[in-house]
C-alpha cells in the first residue's frame, strides 16, 4: 500500500501563490519507468479535475490547459515529496488539491482512474 499525505493549503488573495507537498510513504512504485505523482483538484459543486502531473522517473510534467503557466509540479526522489507551486491564483482555482500516484499510461495521465492511490485532500480557498 501507497500513503500520500498532502500539505500546504490555506487562504490566499487572488494574485497570490500558495505551494502544495505530498509525500509518498509505504511501499511506492518509483522504479517503474511509468510512475507518476498528480494533483487533481474539487471544487464545491463540480467535478474533480486534472491539474498535473509528473513521470518520477524522467521529471516530465504534464499540466491541465486551465493552469499551464501558472504552475509547477516538482519532485524530490530522496524524500518521495512531489510540490505543486501555484501562482498567480484566481477565484476559480478556490478547490480540495489531492495528490495521486500510480502508473498510468502516458495518453491516460489525466484520467483520475489511471492512478490507483490518492490523498485525503487539502483546501486551498482563493478569495478577492
Known amino acids: 500500500q501507497v500513503q500520500l499525505g498532502e500539505s500546504g493549503g490555506g487562504w490566499v488573495q487572488a494574485g497570490g501563490s500558495l505551494r502544495l507537498s505530498c509525500t509518498a510513504s509505504?511501499?511506492?512504485?518509483?522504479?517503474?519507468?511509468?510512475?507518476?505523482m498528480a494533483w487533481f483538484r474539487q471544487a464545491p459543486g463540480k467535478e474533480r479535475e486534472f491539474v498535473g502531473t509528473i513521470v518520477w522517473s524522467s521529471g516530465t510534467t504534464k499540466y491541465a490547459d486551465s493552469v499551464k503557466g501558472r504552475i509547477t509540479i516538482s519532485r524530490d526522489s530522496a524524500k518521495n515529496t512531489v510540490w505543486l507551486q501555484m501562482n498567480s491564483l484566481k477565484l476559480e482555482d478556490s478547490a480540495i488539491y489531492y495528490c495521486?500516484?500510480?502508473?498510468?499510461?502516458?495518453?491516460?495521465?489525466?484520467?483520475?482512474?489511471?492512478?490507483?492511490?490518492w490523498g485525503q485532500g487539502t483546501q486551498v480557498t482563493v478569495s478577492s
Open positions: 509505504g511501499r511506492t512504485f518509483s522504479t517503474l519507468s511509468n510512475y507518476a
Open positions: 495521486a500516484a500510480g502508473a498510468p499510461p502516458f495518453l491516460s495521465m489525466h484520467r483520475q482512474n489511471a492512478y490507483d492511490y
